[in-house]
């Protein structure tokens, strides 16, 4: 447990920035689990989808959850997955 006044501040600072990311990093995950189930069972997938996507991305890029590298290889799978659902339901 902390001890001085400083310690508990910080405990408390690090309790609600850890539950924050989680948030974030959920809403992404949800995000893309439900976009790949969609493409896997064939349903309609629309571009909406993958903005809503990026923007988690993003967000979680900006706040500090995910790294720039991270966050543009995540972005460029879910691109290349819709891409290759686009040109197989188009063909």
């Not at 001890?3 to 995950?29: G, H, P, V, Y």
């Not at 064939?42 to 991305?57: D, F, R, T």
């Amino acid at each position: 447990m902390p001890i001085t006044k400083s310690a508990k501040k910080a405990m408390n600072r690090a309790e609600k920035l850890a539950k924050r990311n989680k948030d974030f990093k959920l809403r992404m995950k949800m995000a893309m689990k439900k976009f790949i189930k969609a493409i896997e069972k064939g349903e309609e997938v629309k571009v909406e989808q993958l903005s809503n996507i990026y923007k988690a991305i993003d967000k979680c890029l900006k706040v500090g959850v995910l790294k720039s590298r991270n966050a543009a290889r995540k972005k460029a799978r879910m691109s290349k997955m819709f891409h290759a659902y686009q040109s197989k339901k188009s063909a």
